[in-house]
């Protein structure tokens, strides 16, 4: 079972900047994603972006052109920058991977808050 650390949340302002890290641990074999979900208050998590071990990246809609997903040189490593943000980017912030051809994560973070101000 891997374990997932984020770090790197917290508060900004609109059309600020926050850098989200993801260190996975333990057994792992195989990734084929991480990535970040999110999930704000009252709504359904949902993909943010994610990136295979080959490189694929998928972003939702929303996100395109203003958060960048990378990987660390250990594979086990995520980032996410998210520039330009708005007050809809609010949210509790997930680190996950799969093992699977999906983007549908089997491991998860504990989560980390993103609060955008107006």
């Known amino acids: 079972q891997p374990n997932l650390v984020e770090s790197g949340a917290g508060l900004a302002q609109s059309g600020g900047s926050l850098r989200l890290s993801c260190v996975a641990s333990?057994?792992?074999?195989?990734?084929?994603?991480m990535g970040w979900y999110r999930q704000a208050p009252g709504k359904q998590r949902e993909l943010v972006a994610a990136i295979t071990s080959g490189g694929r990246i998928n972003y939702r809609d929303s996100v395109k052109g203003r958060f960048t997903i990378s990987r660390g040189n250990a594979k086990n490593t995520v980032f996410l920058q998210m520039n330009s943000l708005k007050p809809e980017d609010t949210a509790v912030y997930y680190c996950?991977?799969?093992?699977?051809?999906?983007?549908?994560?089997?491991?998860w973070g504990q989560g980390t808050q993103v609060t955008v101000s107006s």
């Open positions: 333990g057994s792992i074999f195989n990734i084929y994603a």
């Open positions: 996950g991977l799969t093992v699977r051809p999906t983007w549908d994560f089997d491991y």
